[in-house]
């Protein structure tokens, strides 16, 4: 019971890290963007009115408003992704599928993936596809339909088809996981294409192996490149089809664990001495045991309110399915925190130095104009001195003036009065 309360539909998911830092982020980056647009008409009337600011340093600001300004668009369409590889038929889309809890990618006979196939969330209600160099988008009502337009158009096996879905039928969609499911990787020359045009910004892969066989060259091939290019990826492991297996007629369950043993062995060690990726302790945790199509169809099965257990193919569901969660689980934790620290840490370190920048540049700006400032005030007070003195100047003039009227009018009366007494 201890270990089903931890796969509580409701319980948190690690991926509200991702979530939640998205939010926070967008929202700063929102905050310094107004910032930086009310600054901008105050710079320009500063250069406009008062020439304090010249026009090298106005275009320098203009420069921080439109990094800002890209910063924020590339923030708002980050998103976590994980890339599906392993060889043709071992189940990679039947895990997507699993994982989205719906049969949304074609799959099994007829079906093989033939192109990148990105399924990713969309917030309106519709479902439709959109192919590489193309505007167009094509409705999707049903995976039957889906499966054909796949096939009808000519694609190019490394081209790029995208599937929005709608966000609120999945949770890791609707959380921003976006997955990438390939054409089997034995059936394709251009790996190294595949990993420059798909798998660079990649958060997390998973190598789907099929647990009936043992890992190819091709997979190993595959993984090496990815690892020469990419600074330790994360890698998770599925030996899929483990129900198969299990139904094997002649088959004991210390058969079972000791196939199983050798597989892990051989998984971890490619992930620790060959891929040199992970530690023992980390390599152990990324490799799992489980049936794609079995998880799906028990998720199909719960949905529809039976229990999971209706979905089994063969003895051991239980174990397997739990296995499935788990994997969920700390795929959840590993793609979250990646995700985080790849997408954001970056866009934050260069938040800070526009915004010290910004900051310096102001600073400058708000010294000069205080020199400014004083200066008119020595101005004022140097013409207030002046102004008072001529007053005074003024003054003294209009009282010499004002005597001499004053005689000159006594004088005349003087004149005046004299004449009448003559
Ligand atoms: P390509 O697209 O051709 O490269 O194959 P893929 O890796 O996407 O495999 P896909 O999911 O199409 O699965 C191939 C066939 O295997 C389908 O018929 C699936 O139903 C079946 N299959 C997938 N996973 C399992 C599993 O865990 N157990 C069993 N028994 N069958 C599975
Ligand atoms: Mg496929």
Redesign the pocket.
């Given at each position: 019971t201890s270990d089903t309360r931890l796969y509580q539909p409701n319980a948190k998911s690690p991926l509200q890290i991702f979530v939640r830092a998205k939010k926070k982020i967008n929202d700063i980056y929102g905050e310094i963007e107004e910032y930086v647009l009310e600054t901008t008409t105050f710079i320009n009337a500063l250069h406009a009115e008062a020439e304090i600011v010249d026009k090298a340093e106005r275009e320098l600001f203009e420069s921080y408003v439109y990094k800002v300004a890209a910063i924020r668009e590339v923030l708002q369409r980050d998103h976590m992704k994980v890339a599906f590889f392993g060889r043709t038929s071992n189940g990679?889309?039947s895990v997507i599928n699993a994982m989205l809890r719906e049969k949304i990618?074609p799959?099994g006979i007829g079906h093989?993936?033939n192109c990148f196939c990105q399924v990713e969330g969309n917030d309106g209600g519709e479902a439709y596809l959109m192919t590489e160099g193309s505007a167009e988008k094509l409705n999707v009502v049903n995976i039957k339909q889906l499966a054909n337009a796949l096939c009808q158009e000519k694609l190019c096996e490394s081209s790029l088809v995208r599937i929005f879905w709608p966000r609120e039928r999945c949770r890791l969609l609707r959380d921003d996981v976006v997955f990438v499911?390939s054409p089997g990787v034995d059936v394709s020359a251009n790996l190294d294409d595949w990993i420059d045009n798909h798998c660079l910004n990649a958060d997390v892969f998973v190598l789907v192996l099929n647990a009936e066989s043992t890992m190819t060259r091709a997979e190993k091939q595959f993984f090496h490149t990815v690892s020469q290019k990419l600074s330790k990826p994360n890698i998770f492991i599925l030996n899929n089809r483990w129900d198969a297996s299990a139904s094997e007629p002649e088959c004991q369950e210390s058969d079972l664990a000791k196939v199983k043993s050798q597989h892990t062995e051989r998984c971890i060690d490619f992930l620790t001495k060959e891929l040199k990726v992970s530690n023992e302790k980390e390599a152990g945790e990324r490799v799992f045991f489980v049936s794609a199509r079995e998880t799906l169809q028990a998720r199909i099965e719960e949905a529809k309110g039976n229990p999971p257990h209706m979905g089994a193919l063969a003895e051991g569901f239980q174990i397997r399915y739990f296995e499935f969660q788990d994997f969920e689980r700390k795929f959840e934790e590993c793609i979250s925190q990646s995700a985080v620290k790849t997408k954001f840490q970056q866009h934050s370190s260069r938040g800070k130095s526009v915004s010290g920048d910004m900051r310096s540049m102001l600073d400058n700006i708000y010294e000069r104009i205080t020199i400014f400032r004083n200066l008119k005030q020595d101005q004022k007070t140097l013409l207030t001195d002046r102004i008072q003195g001529t007053e005074t100047q003024m003054m003294q003039v209009t009282r010499d003036m004002k005597l001499k009227i004053h005689t000159m009018v006594e004088e005349v009366e003087e004149k005046v009065s004299k004449a009448l007494n003559e």
């Open positions: 990679k889309s990618l799959s093989t993936t499911d």
